[in-house]
């Protein structure tokens, strides 16, 4: 009998090392094995200097021409823009979401064909307070989803890097009906409701006494991180610096569907679906 009969990502089974025991590639078991524990792994792309340079002049030639979209402006916290769906001006860009080692290394922790859908170029950091995607990104079955952050340059504590509170990925996942809200018809309500969940995230993390940790990794490395991590962009203590990063959003081929959880109501059985618009190259 397969131990993992719940529909969820084996990473995130109770029967983990179990699993783990049947599991063939070696290589990778110590990403599996830091999924399971700490939410995020860590690994080297080994992506050349000309790659990162191209994907680096893209976005900055975007910037120049003011030729480009955003996230909605609820989600920006400083002046730096949060720069959505490059892919579609940029092969680098593209490229870089199509990693032939992180889908293979997605393929191997989530038992499923990994589709990029989401690109965020970043010229400084966001100082995003913590969440978890799963509060943007929502998928059936649960948990389908990961976010694979790439440095395209050294971060340090100066330049806004990315931290991470691990073991939060077991938290519950929650929506916002979990925090009385009604589902959102609107973005200013969207607002509103989104307000309320951070607040909440920042209440748990102190009454848990759940730890941050900062994660100062280097250029061409990369962190995956679980479904709900909790995760965020410190702030920036020098504003001349810059943090040039990518991040790339995948859901799964094995999903039935994938939805938006900030204008759904889960508990009513009420979803708004999202149309993966699958990073091509
Ligand atoms: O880059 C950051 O500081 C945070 C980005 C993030 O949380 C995301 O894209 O999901
Ligand atoms: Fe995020």
Redesign the pocket.
């Known amino acids: 009998m397969s131990l993992n009969i719940v529909n969820e990502p084996w990473i995130e089974s109770p029967f983990f090392y179990q699993i783990l025991k049947s599991k063939k590639n070696k290589v990778f078991k110590k990403y599996a094995i830091d999924m399971h524990e700490k939410g995020y792994c860590v690994i080297d792309l080994k992506l050349s200097a000309n790659t990162i340079n191209n994907i680096n002049k893209d976005i900055a030639q975007s910037l120049n021409i003011g030729d480009f979209k955003t996230n909605p402006k609820i989600y920006h916290y400083n002046k730096y823009p949060?720069i959505v769906e490059a892919w579609k001006f940029s092969k680098n860009v593209a490229q870089l979401a199509n990693n032939i080692f992180v889908k293979k290394l997605l393929n191997y922790l989530y038992d499923s064909k990994p589709l990029p859908f989401s690109t965020?170029n970043?010229i400084g950091?966001?100082?995003?307070p913590l969440?978890s995607?799963y509060i943007?990104f929502g998928s059936m079955p649960h948990k389908y989803l990961v976010?694979v952050?790439v440095a395209l340059e050294n971060t340090n504590k100066d330049n806004?890097p990315?931290t991470v509170v691990p073991g939060s990925h077991k938290l519950s996942l929650i929506d916002y009906q979990d925090l009385k809200r009604n589902k959102a018809t609107n973005i200013k309500e969207l607002e509103k409701n989104y307000r309320v969940y951070e607040k909440y995230i920042q209440n748990i993390i102190k009454y848990k006494k759940l730890k941050t940790k900062q994660l100062h990794i280097k250029k061409g490395q990369a962190i995956i991180w679980a479904a709900n991590l909790l995760?965020?962009?410190?702030r920036m203590r020098n504003y001349k610096l810059t943090?040039k990063?990518q991040?790339i959003?995948f859901h799964f081929s094995k999903n039935k569907f994938n939805y938006n959880p900030g204008f759904s109501d889960p508990k009513k059985g009420l979803y708004v679906e999202r149309k993966l618009d699958i990073v091509r190259v």
């Open positions: 949060r965020i970043f950091g966001s100082e995003q969440h995607d943007h976010g952050w806004g990315l995760h965020g962009g410190v943090r990063s991040v959003h």
